[in-house]
């Protein structure tokens, strides 16, 4: 490369409007399908705003990974700063991962370090925080601790930093904290202490098909340019977001397949970017799961793939996935099935999760339904080939 060829890369066009959105620590300004948890919050923690003792409280989140707990403390942290500051009360929110911070003393240090400039040497923890608390006081402030990943720091610290409030007194604990964790970790470090100094717990579900849709359109709304993806890819992404009850998946899967666009030259995101996408972003797709399959089934794997190469659609429908499999059936001299047949086999991919299919209405077809399917997380080109190499294997 010189720098001619390398100002030309530069100044190519690019899907992306904004591709720091994309980024993990984001916090976008709305926030789309956590009114109730966000709702929750609020009426948690109002009473540090409403009332002139300004209580400490502890709430705790939890949900599986990529259900949007951390996107949620941090809208909710930002917001609630800004009100309270309408209201005159100074709130101090601070933002601590424990991948980052692997124990209590790290925090109550980088609180020292931040509100008293000192480096807390040769302090305890108990003293250093007594200097953080002095000092809030002080500046009249209050502060709103958010710890995420919770549970990579030793239960005794998880303790000892929800007994703050106890330990130093109400009066003296300018002090809230919001929790998070995955359930699954949460559940190995919850005790009854631990539950006593919580006033409450907070569950994130995985997100609906809708839910995953509406947060996917929003957030290409405000990452890409008009044009570049289309409601189909959207709810393509949105299936296996749901699948994986992960939008980490969804997010990774936009930002993989802007990056990828780029490269490339083009100025939209196709169904084969996003599975090629998604199979880097998590890896479902194994080739020994297509050795489980028998005849028919590979078969009936196979019409689905060519038809979807044919069509150059996200989606293909049974009628046109069972034309290719009765034409291939027929090269490899294999028996082929009635319709009837076809469809059972196309439910059992759907159940082991080779494809995904969906009952759709439509309103002009006489029998008013139709079923779609699609490859989610490889590209049929691959399928292809793959089955290719073992049918010339099977029937010759
Ligand atoms: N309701 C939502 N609106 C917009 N983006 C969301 C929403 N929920 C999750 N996300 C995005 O999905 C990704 C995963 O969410 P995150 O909060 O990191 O999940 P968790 O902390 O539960 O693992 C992040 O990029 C986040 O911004
Ligand atoms: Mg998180």
């Not at 100044?11 to 409007?17: E, G």
């Not at 470090?189 to 579900?205: W, Y």
């Not at 996408?277 to 089934?297: H, M, W």
């Not at 019409?303 to 034409?327: C, F, H, M, N, W």
């Amino acid at each position: 490369m010189d720098e001619d060829k390398f100002r030309a890369e530069f100044s190519k066009k690019s899907v992306f409007r904004q591709a720091s959105s994309l980024d993990l620590s984001y916090v976008p300004d709305k926030l789309h399908c956590r009114d109730n948890t966000v709702t929750e919050l609020i009426h948690n923690f109002r009473r540090i705003v409403d009332e002139d003792e300004q209580p400490s409280i502890n709430v705790l989140i939890h949900g599986k990974g990529g259900v949007g707990k951390t996107v949620t403390s941090r809208f909710f942290g930002k917001n609630f700063h800004t009100i309270a500051l309408e209201k005159d009360v100074r709130i101090f929110k601070e933002y601590f991962n424990c991948v980052n911070f692997r124990s209590k003393s790290k925090i109550v240090r980088e609180l020292l370090g931040k509100y008293t400039h000192g480096s807390g040497r040769g302090f305890s923890d108990d003293e250093a925080l007594k200097l953080i608390l002095t000092q809030l006081i002080r500046d009249k402030g209050y502060m709103l601790l958010i710890i995420d990943e919770v549970h990579l720091l030793n239960p005794k610290e998880v303790w000892a930093i929800l007994d703050i409030a106890e330990t130093f007194g109400h009066q003296n604990a300018k002090l809230s904290i919001l929790l998070i964790s995955r359930t699954k970790d949460w559940m190995r470090i919850e005790t009854e202490r631990i539950l006593s100094r919580l006033n409450t717990k907070i569950k994130l579900n995985p997100y609906n098909i809708d839910e995953a849709k509406q947060i996917l359109q929003y957030r290409s709304d405000l990452a890409l340019k008009d044009g570049t993806i289309n409601e189909e890819i959207i709810e393509m992404i949105g299936q296996i977001v749901v699948n994986h009850e992960n939008m980490r998946h969804g997010i990774e899967i936009l930002r993989k397949c802007g990056l990828y666009a780029d490269k490339e030259g083009f100025n939209a995101i196709s169904a084969d970017m996003v599975r090629q996408a998604s199979n880097e972003v998590y890896p479902t797709f194994r080739g020994d799961i297509i050795d489980k399959l028998n005849d028919q089934e590979l078969l009936a794997l196979y019409g689905i793939a060519q038809s979807l190469i044919d069509k150059e659609t996200p989606y293909t429908i049974v009628d046109d996935a069972y034309e290719q499999y009765r034409t291939i059936c027929e090269t490899y001299d294999a028996e082929t099935h009635v319709k009837m047949s076809y469809r059972k086999y196309i439910r059992q991919l759907n159940q082991m999760k080779i494809i995904s299919s969906k009952t759709v209405r439509i309103d002009e077809d006489k029998r008013g339904r139709h079923l779609e399917i699609t490859l989610l997380d490889i590209p049929p080109t691959k399928i292809i080939e793959l089955l290719n190499k073992m049918f010339d294997k099977k029937f010759n």
